[in-house]
């Protein structure tokens, strides 16, 4: 029997944060992009909640709790309602942690883990995307070279949230001439690492609040110790799989703030002496708009529960973050229309919504479920 039913334990976490969406990061969403800037009380906030903490086993310093891509996929959600500039913030070094928990050495984990655990915000990031126009994560052009026990990076990774403030970086990297994803690897890098040029990145169309950064590694040698899950080395589909469920969250989590935004305006605004929303256009548009956020929020519930499983979610994944990609932009482009002009008026967060979602669809992996 198929059940989308939510545990107690979710139905919590999701009116929790919820309820932390509409309170503290929506009201603040237009002052941050407006500013290009996040505040630092949001971030530590969010860091309050413990969305990370709660994930890392007892044995590293965390509150014990399992590993759950499908409560992450909540979580995420229910952030994006607010912003997915600030949500992508708070959440940047999930991307670090969930892949260490996934594929880490017991040693790496001893070390790196505890760094997260703590009370305050410890900033750390994933570097995935690239700034080829074409980037795709199967035809990786950072490279890494064995060369005895450590190993040489080279390549440049773009778009990489609160790269100004991280600790260290998870750098996603081919080690071998071989293109596909069970060639690629990842590499826990420092900061401080020679070689590494940190710079920042910008002329994003969406997500303005959010710093992000633009890493050069020229010649960076990493430690083989530092290679994510040892000579094992990790899985990279399903690295791949957890970055798209949780940007194809993202986005269910602002196509559903647009939809009930639009709805109680068109059951209130009037035009030639009727509200807007008995004209079957409008309605018809609305029905269409609550019918996509259904199933957008579906596919990725049942790409994240087969994460769960530990099956190969590589097709439950793709379908998810191909159909959010068209059908996010097209919920959020529709309630922008029932708004008419004034959708493009600043004062209203319909065309801050649209920038950030159409940004989302074309990032690999800003935040893991």
Request: hydrophobic fraction near 40%; proline fraction near 4%.
């Amino acid at each position: 029997m198929i059940s989308f039913e939510l545990t107690e334990e979710q139905e919590l976490i999701r009116d929790t944060l919820n309820g932390f969406a509409r309170d503290e990061l929506a009201p603040k969403a237009r002052e941050a992009d407006e500013s290009a800037t996040i505040a630092e009380d949001i971030i530590a906030s969010g860091w309050e909640l413990g969305l990370a903490t709660t994930q890392i086993p007892e044995a590293y310093g965390g509150a014990g709790g399992d590993r759950s891509p499908l409560t992450n996929a909540i979580i995420l959600e229910e952030l994006g309602y607010g912003c997915a500039s600030l949500a992508t913030a708070i959440m940047a070094p999930t991307a670090f942690i969930q892949p260490l928990i996934d594929f880490g050495t017991e040693a790496q984990k001893q070390q790196y883990l505890p760094l997260f655990t703590g009370s305050e915000f410890h900033g750390a990031s994933l570097a995935l995307q690239e700034p080829q126009f074409t980037f795709d994560p199967v035809d990786m052009r950072t490279t890494a070279e064995r060369q005895g026990d450590n190993w040489r990076l080279n390549g440049t990774k773009t778009l990489i949230p609160l790269g100004d403030r991280a600790s260290h970086f998870l750098v996603i990297a081919r080690t071998g001439p071989e293109r596909g994803l069970s060639h690629i690897d990842a590499f826990i890098v420092a900061r401080d690492s020679a070689g590494l040029t940190i710079s920042a990145s910008t002329g994003t169309q969406g997500l303005h609040a959010l710093p992000m950064s633009t890493l050069q590694l020229d010649n960076v040698q990493v430690s083989a110790d530092n290679r994510l899950g040892g000579d094992a080395g990790i899985d990279g589909r399903r690295l791949i799989n957890t970055l798209r469920v949780g940007a194809a969250a993202l986005s269910v989590g602002v196509s559903n703030a647009a939809t009930s935004y639009a709805i109680p305006y068109a059951q209130e605004r009037e035009a030639f002496g009727e509200v807007i929303g008995k004209k079957q256009s409008i309605a018809f548009m609305l029905a269409d708009m609550y019918s996509e956020v259904q199933c957008m929020r579906w596919m990725v519930w049942q790409a994240a529960s087969a994460l769960e499983q530990r099956q190969d979610a590589t097709k439950a994944t793709t379908l998810a973050r191909n159909y959010t990609n068209r059908r996010a932009l097209k919920v959020v482009d529709d309630a922008l229309q029932v708004f008419g002009g004034h959708g493009f008026i600043r004062d209203l967060p319909l065309e801050m919504w649209l920038r950030n979602v159409r940004t989302l669809t074309v990032l690999e992996g800003p935040i893991a479920a």
